[in-house]
């Protein structure tokens, strides 16, 4: 089963990053790209399979890993802002262009 942890990174002093566990586990993590102020890194050695959405028209940027040390393979998301909003029912609503 695959859970979270939010844990302070453990090199960046006052950053937090998102452990993911697998049957709890460590197998990956989520943190700020720091090259991007919207941005976020998905890093595990553990990555199998890699899509999108056909629709997604965001950003997403796939890293063999063979650039860093060590070498980990990343999915690197930037996020914008699309109008879309979670509405007080709790579904996900854009608004009408009246």
């Given at each position: ?33 720091r ?21 997604f ?42």
């Amino acid at each position: 089963m695959i859970t979270f942890a939010l844990k302070p990174h453990s090199v960046l002093p006052g950053e937090n990053t998102v452990e993911i566990l697998f049957d709890g586990k460590v197998i990956g993590a989520i943190y700020p790209d720091r090259t991007k102020p919207n941005g976020i890194k998905v890093v595990s050695v553990h990555m199998q399979e890699k899509t999108k959405e056909p629709d997604f028209s965001g950003e997403v940027v796939i890293d063999d890993g063979q650039r860093s040390f060590p070498p980990i393979p990343s999915v690197n998301i930037t996020f914008v802002s699309s109008g879309w909003f979670i509405d007080e029912r709790g579904r996900i609503t854009k608004p009408s262009s009246n």
